[in-house]
């Protein structure tokens, strides 16, 4: 997409950090797949190139959802929430699979009375998804 | 709901201010509603009392999600990321509001080609949410 001017990346609340959140939606079911970090110019690349882009902490550099994995993520809208320090991508999953582990959503651990459960399955191995 | 131990809130990778990430959503239709934080008192408390429970930045205080709107989201389910830093609440959120602003969800504003545009209705005015 392309926009007027930069203002839009000003009315974001960057944290101490630079960075803000965000949260990638399948765009039809609106299933959530994970959340991950970007500053301002992973921003202004999802925009441009309609795909989401982060900011790995870990690796401290930008992050093309998908690079070595295939998993990129289509964008196809982008949401700021009321208080501007938190984005919504609504995106179209490649693969069919968002998480690190082979499974569609990171958000696999689920609260039980005996503590976290694993409660979806591993839909491709990693050993598989990152062979190279 | 009542757990076995604490070991699962030791489970979580606490940022420098002893917060994580955590995002509600409607427990039907997985639409997003709000993102805020929980420390672990919060956390804590959300699943005992099944509902949702934030810690709020601004106020530096506990927030009953709802208390003075009414707008209480009773929990059905909490799951945890990945890496064990962003939760995910599925919630039944009563009134159908969730932001303070009177709409739905407060991810409202769609990026456009010329900037943040407000996407969704204001169901109810704030001034009749927050009377007293």
Redesign the interface.
Known sequence: ????ND??LD?LKWNADGLV?A?A?DHK????L??AWVNRQALQLS?EEGRAVYWSRSRNKLWRKGESSGHVQKLH???????GD?L?YRVEQLGDIA???G?RS??????D????TD?DPVLTPPEEIYRN
């Not at 997409?1 to 007027?4: G, K, N, S, Y």
């Not at 079911?29 to 959530?32: C, D, G, K, L, S």
């Not at 009375?113 to 976290?116: M, Q, R, S």
């Open positions: 997409m392309q926009i007027e203002h839009w009315q959140a949260i939606v079911t609106n299933e959530i994970m959340q925009a809208e982008i949401r700021l929430d009321c208080d938190s919504l998480c690190h582990t499974r990171c958000f696999y651990k689920r609260l009375p005996t503590g976290w409660a």
